[in-house]
Every structure is written in structure tokens, then in C-alpha cells.
């Protein structure tokens, strides 16, 4: 059987700021904006050529969340874009 990773969550302090920077700074795409309630929305994107990985902006809402924003993984790389 075929596993994949699908989606990684990335927390964003703002859902617009955070679309107008990966897609006008970096050039990805925006796959999917729904809104879910008044406070959340399931925003997707994804780097041009990918296929079936895509990055899940989710908004901070709790004051630990918001302390985590630029330092999701410890200090370390977070992930590695490869523009070609």
C-alpha cells in the first residue's frame, strides 16, 4: 500500500497575510480557502509543481500557538523549497 503525506499544518498568525506571502512572495498556489466558522477556514497550498503534498495554513488562536508562529520546529528547518 502507497503512503503519502497529504498535508502539513503551519500556523499562520493572519489567514490573508499568510496566502498573500506563499503565493505572491514564493509562488505557490492557493488550492482550497472554505470558510468553517466565523474564526476558522481550511486554506490549502501547495508549491507549483507538487502533486499530492500541500501545506494546511492554520490560524493560532491560543496565546501558545501564537508564541509557536516562526518557531514551529524547535529552532530547526522547517522545510526544505526547492525552486527550480
Known sequence: ???II???SLLV???DEAIAFYTKKLGFKLIEDTTLSTEKRWV???ASGS?????LLA?????EQLK??????GGR?????IHQ
Open 1 to 3: 500500500m502507497k503512503q
Open 6 to 8: 497529504a498535508h502539513i
Open 13 to 15: 498568525k493572519d489567514y
Open 44 to 46: 490549502l497550498i501547495t
Open 51 to 55: 502533486k499530492e503534498f500541500s501545506i
Open 59 to 63: 490560524k493560532a488562536t491560543t496565546e
Open 68 to 73: 509557536c508562529i516562526g518557531n514551529q520546529s
Open 77 to 81: 528547518v522547517f522545510f526544505i523549497f
